[in-house]
T-cell receptor
Framework: EPEVTQTPSHQVTQMGQEVILRCVPISNHLYFYWYRQILGQKVEFLVSFYNNEISEKSEIFDDQFSVERPDGSNFTLKIRSTKLEDSAMYFC??????????FGPGTRLTVT | ELKVEQNPLFLSMQEGKNYTIYCNYSTTSDRLYWYRQDPGKSLESLFVLLSNGAVKQEGRLMASLDTKARLSTLHITAAVHDLSATYFCAVVLGNRDDKIIFGKGTRLHILP
């Protein structure tokens, strides 16, 4: 069964560094999303992406964040200058239509 | 702003018992999801509820949606230890999946 994959599974970075989190959505899906989950807390929507542009973003998704679909298969989340409070689990999700998102296994980002 | 409230946030119950998790939301929405998350794992889609009165069942879990009351329930019948996990409801803002707001989750612990 096709699934969403994410790399790396764990990323450790120093405050102020740039990180890129990678996702490979399910191949025939058209809608892509990023969420984050701070340890033990709820899942928070970051951004949705369709037709090569952002369709919706949350207040969390400020100028430090950007998304890209560079090559038709990968979907990336970049954080330009990481802060301690960016430490969280980041989940990518995709959907074929605008219903039922499938989540990847997540990338644990630790900012020190 | 859409708010999603789940209760209880933590539930410890004996195997074989029945219980219900509630998900209330604050603004109009006709699309709601239930997810399961095991510790350190990703989100697994359980139910997609797309209309008022929708009821879906899978094994010992049954979910329903009342859009007029802005309430969804996840009912557990004759709980078994394998159902121990955190359960999240997530409500779609508007009529597209562009922005989904999650509840805080209900941590369910079923005692053998």
């Amino acid at each position: 069964e096709p699934e969403v994959t994410q790399t790396p599974s764990h990323q450790v970075t120093q405050m102020g560094q740039e990180v890129i989190l990678r996702c490979v959505p399910i191949s025939n899906h058209l809608y892509f999303y990023w969420y984050r989950q701070i340890l033990g807390q709820k899942v928070e929507f970051l951004v949705s992406f369709y037709n090569n542009e952002i369709s919706e973003k949350s207040e969390i998704f400020d100028d430090q964040f950007s998304v890209e679909r560079p090559d038709g298969s990968n979907f990336t989340l970049k954080i330009r200058s990481t802060k301690l409070e960016d430490s969280a689990m980041y989940f990518c999700a995709s959907s074929r239509e605008e219903v039922e998102q499938y989540f990847g296994p997540g990338t644990r980002l630790t900012v020190t | 702003e859409l708010k999603v409230e789940q209760n209880p946030l933590f539930l410890s119950m004996q195997e074989g018992k029945n219980y219900t998790i509630y998900c209330n939301y604050s603004t109009t929405s006709d699309r709601l999801y239930w997810y399961r998350q095991d510790p350190g794992k990703s989100l697994e889609s359980l139910f997609v509820l797309l209309s008022n009165g929708a009821v879906k069942q899978e094994g010992r879990l049954m979910a329903s949606l009342d859009t007029k009351a802005r309430l969804s329930t996840l009912h557990i019948t004759a709980a078994v230890h394998d159902l121990s996990a955190t359960y999240f409801c997530a409500v779609v803002l508007g009529n597209r999946d562009d922005k989904i707001i999650f509840g805080k989750g209900t941590r369910l612990h079923i005692l053998p």
